[in-house]
């Protein structure tokens, strides 16, 4: 079979390897497509701090089961699922407390080890999480990311009837506040300096969409929320203008949650997030619970997935889908590989 490696920052190749078969407990996956995430470009670049090369990478991925191991009762031949891209040690302290998201050892496919970009792919039956038949592989592909934003939006808690800012428009942001808006918020603020990614948010069903170019954020929230403001601010951007954005305009005493990942060190004024008693949390990645809430969201309709596809490549195109990207990043939103399309499989 055919399995994608990048051998150095920008050279990409494939290479023939043996078809893996399933062990006991395990699958074996026919993957059909794979998602590109900005972690995936930033390993491209050669400017992800935890990943080392050679590496093959996936981990927003949708596929078919074609075999099973022995004892496998979760999933049967044919059926629809999604991966969970974590490997955990399973005897650190989050483990051991139901947060192995947090895990000490954690482990990433397609960063620190082994990911999906290959024809099949032989997993353990516990990472594998069954799609609704009437899921499209491409909408099974974006499952990772939606969970990424289901869990970051539970960092508030119950989010019914709050009214939430989101910073940032990119496919993070526009999930985190079409997620928000799916589990009751009552209204959802987002910016971005691209019209292009804030009049998706508006096809998207969300109720505010703000350049911040053009208007300050402080006024765009009193305008949307009246003098109350949020009641949670989430910083899908990540950078020193957006967090310093957060921590200036917050209504004192209310919610700030850290989505994105900064690139390098943060410079904001923690005096006033503090003198404000500001509750700034973070968050990370997800777990098996924001996996199902996200297929359960995505299946009522509630998220909107096919109005962020902007392009589908080919198996043996991942490179161009890369190159396609770093020319269109202002209008460029999800960017999917057939792994079943394009050579010899």
């Known amino acids: 079979m055919k399995q994608q490696i990048m051998t150095a920052p ?81 005897k650190c302290y989050p483990c051991r407390h139901g947060k192995y998201n947090l895990c000490e050892e954690l482990k990433v496919m397609g960063f620190q080890t082994t990911g999906t970009a290959s024809t099949f792919f032989a997993v353990d039956e516990g990472k594998v999480t069954p799609l609704p038949e009437n899921m499209s592989y491409d909408q099974g592909a974006m499952i990772e990311p939606l969970a990424v934003a289901v869990h970051a939006v539970k960092q508030a808690g119950d989010v019914r009837g709050l009214k939430i800012a989101v910073l940032g428009a990119g496919p993070i942001g ?46 765009a929230m009193a305008e949307a929320f009246g003098p109350d403001k949020a009641d949670v601010i989430y910083d899908c951007a990540g950078t020193d203008i957006t967090m310093g954005q957060a921590i200036k305009y917050a209504r004192k005493g209310s919610v700030i949650i850290l989505v994105a990942v900064f690139a390098g060190m943060a410079t904001v004024d923690l005096a006033v997030a503090n003198d404000h008693e500001l509750d700034i949390k973070s968050t990370m990645m997800y777990r098996h619970e924001d996996y199902v809430d996200a297929i359960a969201l995505a299946g009522a309709g509630k998220i909107q997935l096919d109005l962020l596809m902007s392009k589908t490549f080919p198996f043996d195109q991942y490179l161009a889908a890369y190159q396609y990207i770093d020319a269109n990043r202002e209008t460029t939103m999800k960017v999917l590989i057939d792994v079943q399309a394009g050579g010899d499989r």
């Open 10 to 90: 920008g050279v990409l190749a494939f290479r023939d390897v043996p078809t893996p078969q399933p062990g006991p407990g395990q699958v074996l996956v026919k993957i059909m497509k794979i998602g590109v995430c900005g972690s995936d470009i930033h390993v491209f670049h050669g400017k992800h701090p935890f990943t080392k090369y050679p590496v093959t990478q996936g981990h927003e991925v949708s596929g078919q089961v074609e075999a099973v191991g022995q004892g496998v009762t979760k999933v049967a031949v044919g059926q629809k699922v999604t991966i969970e891209p974590q490997v955990v040690c399973g």
């Open 174 to 219: 526009n999930l985190v506040a079409q997620t928000a808006k799916g589990m009751g918020a009552e209204a959802v603020l987002i910016t971005d300096i691209s019209d292009l990614r804030l009049d998706l948010a508006k096809k998207c069903g969300i109720d505010y969409a703000v350049n911040t170019r053009v208007t300050d954020f402080g006024e």
